[in-house]
């Protein structure tokens, strides 16, 4: 049968691209978004940085809009699926597909209590309580030093607050790896950043608005405004019991498939490799490519390209202008192919200049795509 | 159809110019070059496309006057 009907359950990137590929793939049926966001699609890149000291606004980031074709239904959240009768629940009532594209997304990981009102920071609405919060803060202690945490520290320094970053592990080096880790954080620490490194978990503490965390040695650190960046929890409650495969999100196969007829991308999956190990990627650009792989393969079935990652990501902070390529955490000390870090300007690869697995710009303007053709060249000069 | 690129925004990802690259270009310094005043018919869908996935959102669709 072919598909006539498809709907989107989300309202970010990965939805908005999947409804985007259905259209460049010529798909002329009916197209339904149902999202549960009170805006049209927009990226939440800016809400670490502009949107947060106040500089642009939700109008400022709002993605072009989708055509009007499009029937997108705002304040719409599915509450559960059907896969036998081809059923997304909401509720304002049933919707029918042919074709089902899951890209729920995730939401803020918390860690306090039910009755601490935990500051986080993923939808346009945390964005506003936060920018709020942090215009009466004069001090500022960021839980979790990832990319968001990091770039919430720099806002708040950039706006003249007193800031500390906590985390079980040296801020960034997961991402980054040791070598350009712990250059961002030098230049964290002399912008004017405290960085605490505990060795355990920590207590969020005071409600119902924390205002500091205990650290398992006891010590603790206090702020005005305490901001939790500990990561996402994919949104897959409403596929409880709908036979849907969940191992910490939505298990995809190569070609973003999760059961006839259905395929999912974005923050909400996790990938599983041929060896049985399932890698979660919550980037922007991993749910662009996993979208455009997952649509093909509704319209197409295994005729398909699988999805491809072109693992790229990126961070802002400190006025640094980081671009990385490939694998993440890339250990040891980098070949330099331009630049340097001491002065400001690098292009780094690991673990050497012939076939790097991974590539990083640190405020050096190369574009993303000459790094892609930096990485792997003997891969990628294969046939796909 | 007319794009407006905000080269201030502009952060250089590229990916515009990786889902359309028959309307977006990168100078040297990364930024986006755009190939045409106005998009041409055929190319209308794509440069959408490389619009949406903007991940800054430095790019804008325009509709042009009383086109069809």
Redesign the interface.
Known sequence: MSVRDVVVVGGS?AA??AV??L??EDFDGRITVLSDEDVPP??R??LSKGVLTGTESID?????PL?DDVDLRLQTSATALDIDTRTVHTPSGPVRYDGLVIATGGRARRLGRPDQVERVLRSHGDCARLRDDLAAASSVLVVGGGFLGMEIASTARTLGREVTVVDLAPPLDRLLGAAVGGHVRSVATQAGVRIVVTDGGVRLLGAPVPTGVELVDGTRLEADLVVSAVGDVPNVEWLAGSGVQLHGGIVVDSHCRVAPDVVAAGDVTVISEGDGQLTRSPH??NA?DQARAAVRALLHGDSAAPYRP?Q?C?T?QFGL?V?MVGDLDPQGEPTVLDGSLDEGSALLAWPDATAPRTVIAVNH?????KLKRLLKPAAAAAPA | MRIVADQDRC?????C??TAPEVYD?D???IVVLRHEVVPPELE??A??G???????A???EQIGAEP
């Open positions: 990137i908005l691209t985007e590929m259209r460049m927009y990226t890149v800016p400022d980031v709002v993605l072009a055509a922007w650009t662009v072109s790229y990126w802002e202008d671009k303007r190369t574009p993303p795509a | 952060e250089g990802h590229g990916l110019a990786d990168l040297d310094d990364a869908r794509k959408e496309a619009a949406r996935v903007c991940p800054v959102a790019l804008r669709v």
